[in-house]
């Protein structure tokens, strides 16, 4: 069985992670222009060497009041190829801020345990799996999710 | 071969099918144009181009490709051995036969699929000896020229061309003067017929597809068992690469034969064009620009690629204006180190330059889309049974390659929308007294750093009254308010959907839907659309259009912290309304706000409203104070807080179509040339937006999409379209009770809004600190007079002027003010207008006459002369009733001179 490779980083006191090979490069947080109008899961816009990236904020795609980003230190720019079946063309540069950056995280499909129901605020929808570790447990985002429902979103007319 | 080369080998072929077919469709036209003159040139220029599709498409096993173009070629082999004329009825199957192929190259693997049956039984008809060309109408009968091929009348000078070879002078004369090259092929038997599976039979019928044997070593009655080693001679319009490529032989097999002086008059070197010119027996028109044309060498390239060149140009322009901006700023930095001044001035002039090449790439000559016209106008003549020429000037200008992508849809309706509704037929034309054929001219030129495209045609012009009653029976508007229009608004009516003027539906237009699109397509490309047009003498369209979508000036506008990037295409112009003024120029019809412009009516968008941004603590910004409204209190404000600009109101006046709105914003910067980058498809559905761009500090900004933002604030223009028309309409009504100052009186008398346009005022005072103004067009003149000249009849004054009496006013008889200084020697006389010379008011003193805005103040100071008070200059300036003033002072105004009361 193959090891693969998590990146792991703390979002809202939680620590999440999604597969290191979906992930293009992270930055440290840049300042970001709103998008007047847009729908609420669209944080802003900022200039990565010239090309522009969508942040995603991800506290409104959970709709959890108890999570929010804390420091909001860190974007992760994801890889759009990654997620080309979601629908997000290689244009559409997108990304989502995070508190901090933690570590690459080598694990087997088979570490992967299914999220217990009381696991924590999240609804399901947006977990993968979940990681455990002496450290502590891992969620496992699941990205695609997330990115189906900021697309789908974004489909109404402003 | 792997599947993916031999994939890109395919792609290759269709692209090369593709260009090559674009090529032949108008090489066909001119060849019709000229018949039954035939040049050689184009002929060849066509043959080549048909047989490289086809000697691809054998090579990748197209056979229904092969088959077409392998029968045009045969019927174009005979076309250019002067034995079929290219009539029309000729070039016909020619040119649906480059439809076909078109067809076929856009859907390569279904392109074995298509019925070709009738174009080819069309194309076999002309390929058959025996029909040298149609009995037709229009076919002109040609003396039969040889072929080279018809040995019985082989010419009696055989020439030694090799050792074995020998061929008639004639021949070579035939080949070289129609401009075909002649080959002589050395073949080893063994090595090129026998292992490649071909017998000599099928090596010569290879050669005779493509050209013509001139002389072969090898005997007929040898033809079965040709000896090891022979030499052919044979001539073809094909260039060498092509003829080793359809005969499958390798270069060293191939020589060019020079074909010796035969003639005085036919040198062999001669370029072809100097050919043409002494050849007496096919009259060739001076070939065109093809011999001077310079040919650069050209790569194809991926656009991507070019994309992502343009996005990092675009980057490096960012960067280099930060970096600029830092050096600027860091003045030791520049001052200290003067090399590094010069590095940064080199890094500057390269970035520019680099932008400009790049920005080039992206370029492309209009006539990739002129291209097609030609053909399209010939069709639809022939259909419309109209005479129409077509002229194109302008083919080498350049635009953005997404700009013309967009353009040939347009272009298109527009050019079928001139032949079809604009050029009449031969008989109505020859009644109107023009010329039988129409002519349409496509001119695109660069005029004020845009493209401008004029599409014109010498038809019948565009009958307002017609689209008038269509828009009337549409329940458009209405009759009176048609009436209303000026020419071009009635134009404009065209763009309206769903109006048309042709009487019947066709299949090519007049179903009214067409200008709107036309005019949306371009609108969305940047550009704008104007019409001309006279009736009876034809119409243009003019469409102006930007170079480039990438990069595009742009105002920037500030909102709150927040900036914005407004096209300027878009922008009309700027206006300020200073704090003071708001409430006076800006007024409410019903929910929406509108600025009074220059007697239009310009509804008013908030942007940080629209776009929903919300700025707590300036609840407080732009609301008027009150106090600017009070005369007297105005006084004692401190400058300073009246000119305050952050209370002023910045305002953008947008163009919509045909329509007008104003953006309100908080600040207006620069102009900036901005690179556009696409929305992502996370924002795409925000309409107030159009993309977004990098500004030079790094910081991304919203492009504002000014049609968007009409639709997203629910602009409706209707509405106050017919406000405007219904208070013009009031204005009509009251005509007799508005006033030379523009005030707005009901019937009453009650002053309604002041009309605050500029207006020419004479000031004058008699009293230093009493200012009087007039409207200047109540004046009729002024008179300079000295004191002494007045002379009194009891209470009464007059003067003598140029031999007339003025009787002499003073204001202060008449209205309760302080008296001019009895003392002043000299004066004035204001001659009023409607005291037609026989009055004048006495002033002591002229101070100005100027053009003014101001509100009229009725409540501060009520006089029965006076409208009232306004601030003029700074100062309370009282407004003369001059027909009051004079109907007091007993002098009879005429009717026509009549005042509000």
């Not at chain 2, 960012?318 to 001044?341: C, G, H, I, P, W």
Request: proline share 4%.
């Amino acid at each position: 069985m193959l090891e693969q490779k998590l990146i792991t980083f703390k979002f809202g006191g939680i620590t999440c992670g999604i597969p290191l090979l979906d992930v293009r490069e992270i930055i440290p947080q840049m300042e970001y222009t709103s998008v007047p109008l847009a729908m609420p899961y669209v944080q802003g816009l900022i200039n990565l060497r010239g090309q522009i990236v969508t942040l995603v904020d991800l506290t409104k795609i959970f709709k959890q009041s108890s999570l929010k980003l804390q420091y909001g230190k860190y974007n992760i720019i994801l890889r759009n190829e990654a997620y080309a079946q979601e629908g997000l063309s290689p244009t559409d540069r997108t990304g989502f801020s995070v508190d901090a950056i933690g570590e690459v995280l080598p694990y087997f499909e088979s570490e992967l345990d299914a999220p217990p129901a009381n696991l924590n605020e999240l609804d399901a929808r947006w977990i993968e799996a979940v990681l455990k570790r002496p450290e502590g447990i891992v969620t496992v985002l699941n990205m695609s999710n997330i990115i189906k429902e900021a697309l789908h979103a974004s489909l109404t007319i402003v | 071969m792997s599947e993916h080369q031999d994939d890109s080998l395919l792609q290759d072929f269709l692209s090369e099918s593709a260009e090559h077919l674009e090529s032949i469709e108008p090489d066909l036209l001119a060849l019709e144009k000229q018949a039954p003159q035939v040049s050689q040139e184009i002929v060849n220029r066509i043959f080549r181009a048909i047989h490289s599709i086809k000697g691809a498409s054998g090579f990748f096993g197209f056979e229904r490709l092969k088959q077409v173009s392998h029968l045009m070629e045969s019927v174009l082999m005979r076309v250019r051995d002067g034995v079929l004329i290219p009539h029309p009825h000729v070039v016909e199957p020619l040119l649906m036969g480059v439809d076909l192929l078109n067809v076929m190259v856009e859907d390569i693997y279904r392109s074995e699929g298509l019925d070709t049956a009738v174009l080819e039984q069309a194309l076999t008809h002309y390929t058959k000896a025996d029909t040298p060309y149609q009995a037709g109408s229009n076919a002109v009968t040609l003396p039969k020229i040889d072929s080279s091929t018809d040995e019985s009348r082989a010419n009696r000078n055989p020439v030694k061309v090799d050792n074995l070879l020998c061929v008639e002078t004639d021949c070579l004369e035939k080949a070289k003067r129609i401009g075909q090259f002649v080959y002589v092929a050395t073949l080893d038997t063994n090595l090129h017929l026998f292992n490649m599976h071909r017998s000599y039979n099928d090596f010569i019928a290879n050669i005779e597809s493509v050209g013509t044997l001139l002389a072969s070593t090898v005997s007929e009655f040898e033809s079965d068992a040709p000896p090891p080693t022979f030499n052919v001679l044979f001539s073809t319009v094909l260039e060498k690469d092509l003829v080793l490529h359809a005969l499958d032989l390798e270069g060293e097999q191939l020589g060019d034969y020079e074909v010796p002086i035969i003639d005085e008059a036919l040198p062999a070197t001669q370029t072809d064009a100097q050919f043409y010119n002494e050849t007496p027996e096919i009259k060739v028109e001076a070939p065109s620009t093809s011999t001077t044309e310079v040919i650069y060498d050209t790569l194809r390239v991926r656009v991507d690629l070019l994309n992502t060149l343009m996005d990092f140009a675009g980057e490096l322009v960012l960067a280099r204006n930060q970096l600029m901006r830092a050096v600027q700023s860091d003045k030791q930095l520049s001052t200290k180190n003067e090399s590094f001044a010069q590095v940064l001035d080199s890094i500057n002039t390269v970035t520019n330059q680099l932008q400009d090449h790049i920005m080039q790439t992206r370029m492309q000559p209009i006539e990739n889309v002129f291209r097609r016209f030609p053909r399209i106008v010939r069709d639809l003549s022939k259909q419309l049974n109209k005479k129409i020429q077509l002229q194109m000037i302008g083919q080498d200008v350049e635009l953005d390659k997404s700009i013309l992508e967009g353009l040939s849809d347009p272009l298109t309706h527009m050019i079928r929308n001139a032949c079809d509704h604009g050029i009449e037929s031969p008989e109505k034309r020859k009644e109107a007294g023009k010329s039988p054929s129409g002519t349409i001219t496509l001119h695109a030129f660069h005029e004020a750093g845009q493209i401008h495209l004029r599409i014109e045609d010498d038809g019948k012009g565009i009958d307002t009254n017609a689209l008038g009653r269509k828009a009337i029976a549409n329940g458009v508007m209405s009759q009176a308010e048609f009436d209303d229009l000026s020419h071009q608004e009635k134009l404009n009516l065209i763009f309206h959907a769903g109006l048309s003027t042709a009487e019947a539906v066709t299949d090519l237009s007049g179903r009214g839907v067409g200008m709107d699109v036309v005019r949306s397509n371009i609108e969305t490309l940047g550009g704008h659309v104007y019409l001309e047009s006279t009736l009876g003498k034809g119409s243009a369209v003019v469409l102006q259009l930007p170079l480039t979508l990438a990069i595009i000036p742009c105002l920037v506008v500030g909102v709150g912290e927040e900036r914005f990037a407004v096209p300027r295409v878009n922008l009309l112009e700027l206006v300020r309304v200073k704090a003071n003024e708001v409430h006076q120029r800006i007024e409410r019809i019903g929910e929406a706000s509108v600025l009074r412009l220059r007697g239009n009516w310009l509804p008013l968008v908030k942007l940080e409203d629209v776009l929903n941004l919300k700025k707590p603590n300036e609840a407080r910004r732009n609301i008027e104070d009150t106090r600017f409204n009070d005369p007297v209190a105005i006084e004692q404000i401190p400058e300073i807080r009246r000119q305050a600009p952050e209370s002023d109101y910045t305002l953008l006046v947008l163009s919509v179509g045909i329509n007008q709105y104003g953006l309100i914003v908080d600040e207006a910067y620069d102009i900036e040339d901005i690179v556009v980058k696409p929305l992502s498809t996370l924002i795409k559905n925000v309409r107030a937006f159009s993309g977004t761009t990098i500004m030079g500090d790094g910081s991304v900004a919203m492009i504002c999409d000014v049609v968007g933002i009409a639709t997203q604030s629910e602009l409706d223009f209707s509405g106050v379209q017919t406000e405007q028309s219904r208070r013009q309409e009031l204005i009509k009504e009251r005509q007799g009770t508005t006033n030379g100052y523009g005030f707005e009186f009901d019937a009453a008398g009650n002053l309604l809004s002041p009309l605050l346009e500029k207006q020419s005022v004479l000031l004058f005072q008699n009293h230093p600190q009493e200012p009087f103004a007039v409207p200047l067009a109540e004046v009729l003149r002024l008179e300079y007079i000295k004191a002494k000249n007045i002379e009194s009849v009891g209470t009464r004054e007059f003067v003598r002027v140029h031999n007339e009496t003025i009787s002499i006013i003073r204001l202060e008889q008449y209205l309760n003010v302080r008296t001019s200084n009895l003392d002043d020697e000299n004066g004035y006389l204001v001659l009023p207008l409607a005291g037609k010379g026989k009055v004048g008011i006495w002033v002591a003193d002229i101070i100005d006459s100027l053009e003014v805005d101001y509100r009229l103040d009725t409540d501060l100071i009520e006089e029965p002369c006076l409208y009232g008070s306004a601030l003029i200059q700074e100062r309370v300036t009282l407004l003369l009733h001059m027909n009051a003033l004079l109907k007091r002072a007993g002098v009879e105004v005429s009717p026509s001179f009549a005042g509000a009361f």
